[in-house]
């Protein structure tokens, strides 16, 4: 089964500063990885994924996030972090559609992120 | 363009109250749906998935039921709300293949007092 790990629960960060939440994932093929931002009270919006190809993806809002198979890692990433940045991330992993399992995706706990202004 | 409905974005119901959650899908045909629920500092839970209509798998044993009676629509229901019913839910819709990821509603907040 895949689990998702983001041992980091909680983030604080100057504005202008750089930004980086870990995620780990354990999955016996190549996964399907996303990250996904959370305002309070809202749903949850899709920053980036990675499923094949160039292991450095981009994503909306400066994001971008580095799959590195050989640690189980996805970790996201930006270079400057601005005030209305602060919110959750969650860090996802999915098995894709050929197992006839819906696609079902498997999040981390979340972290939290503050920014200091 | 895809769009996703969840209604009511806040409810509160009393213990023993019977539920009904509605999501909807615009613009696609066919999508996988799903149902999470999100607890405070305890990240996503997957309750249900449907791959088509009146097809429902259930990820856990629980107070709730979960029915999908049209194409797009998906309803989360339960007879008699427990305490521990209480909650964040988030609907969810994918297109099959698994490489596009999920659209999240805006969510409901279930209040069970």
């Known amino acids: 089964a895949q689990s998702v790990t983001q041992p980091d629960i909680h983030i604080t960060v100057s504005e202008g500063a750089s930004l980086e939440l870990r995620c780990n994932y354990s999955?016996?093929?190549?996964?399907?990885l996303f990250w996904y931002v959370q305002s309070p009270g809202q749903g949850l919006q899709l920053l980036l994924k990675?499923?094949?190809?160039?292991?450095l993806v981009q994503g909306i809002k400066g994001f971008e996030a580095e799959f590195k198979r050989s640690q189980s890692s996805f970790n996201l990433r930006k270079p400057s972090v601005h005030w209305s940045d602060a919110a959750e991330y969650f860090c996802?992993?999915?098995?894709?559609?050929?197992?006839?399992?819906?696609?079902?995706?498997?999040f981390g706990t979340g972290t939290q992120l503050k920014v200091e202004l | 363009s895809q769009t996703i409905h969840q209604w009511p974005a806040t409810l509160v119901q009393p213990v023993g109250s019977p539920l009904s959650l509605e999501c909807t899908v615009e613009g696609t045909s066919n999508p996988n749906l799903y149902w999470y629920r999100q607890a405070a500092g305890r990240g996503l839970q997957l309750l249900f998935y449907?791959?088509?209509?009146?097809?429902i798998s259930s990820e856990v044993p629980q107070n709730l039921s979960a029915s999908r009676p049209q194409d797009r629509q998906f309803i989360l229901s339960s007879k008699k709300l427990l305490l521990s019913d209480s909650g964040f839910y988030l609907c969810?819709?994918?297109?099959?293949?698994?490489?596009?990821?999920?659209?999240f509603g805006s969510g409901t907040r279930l209040t069970v007092v």
């Open positions: 996802a992993v999915g098995a894709g559609g050929l197992t006839g399992g819906g696609n079902k995706l498997t």
């Open positions: 999955y016996g093929a190549t996964p399907y």
């Open positions: 969810a819709w994918s297109p099959p293949g698994g490489r596009d990821g999920y659209t």
């Open positions: 449907s791959v088509g209509i009146g097809q």
């Open positions: 990675y499923f094949s190809g160039d292991t």
